[in-house]
Nanobody, 126 residues
Framework: QVRMVESGGGLVQAGASLRLSCAAS?????????VGWFRQRPGKEREFVAA???????YYADSVKGRFTISRDSAKNAVDLQMDSLKPDDTAVYYC???????????????????WGQGTQVTVSS
């Protein structure tokens, strides 16, 4: 069983930065896993934010491209999400997820992922 734990959420003002981290037990962040970040904004469905795939390939939702950066920290067995230039519209619960059999065309679909963390709240005030 893979266990994933997010950390780093909080309350910040618009324009500030936050760094989320997703730590995993087991082999979740070995090369064969794709790790993604999703978020659920108030009153909306869960949506894709970013993903990290073997070969160090990264993928982003258009809404965060250029502001968010996903990266792997092998020493910590974690995948981080650096969020810069935050906007009030980024307010959400952020989740990390992992899966081992995700094809590229499905990388942004939450149902493609097998393991999920409990989520961390990010609130951006205007």
């Amino acid at each position: 069983q893979v266990r994933m734990v997010e950390s780093g959420g909080g309350l910040v003002q618009a324009g500030a930065s936050l760094r989320l981290s997703c730590a995993a037990s087991g082999e979740a962040f070995s090369g064969r896993y794709t790790v993604g970040w999703f978020r659920q904004r108030p009153g909306k469905e869960r949506e894709f934010v970013a993903a990290f795939r073997r070969g160090d390939y990264t993928y982003y939702a258009d809404s965060v491209k250029g502001r968010f950066t996903i990266s792997r920290d092998s020493a910590k067995n974690a995948v981080d999400l650096q969020m810069d230039s935050l906007k009030p519209d980024d307010t959400a619960v952020y989740y990390c997820a992992a899966g081992s059999r995700i094809i590229l065309s499905s990388i942004s679909r939450s149902e493609s992922y097998d393991y999920w963390g409990q989520g961390t709240q990010v609130t951006v005030s205007s």
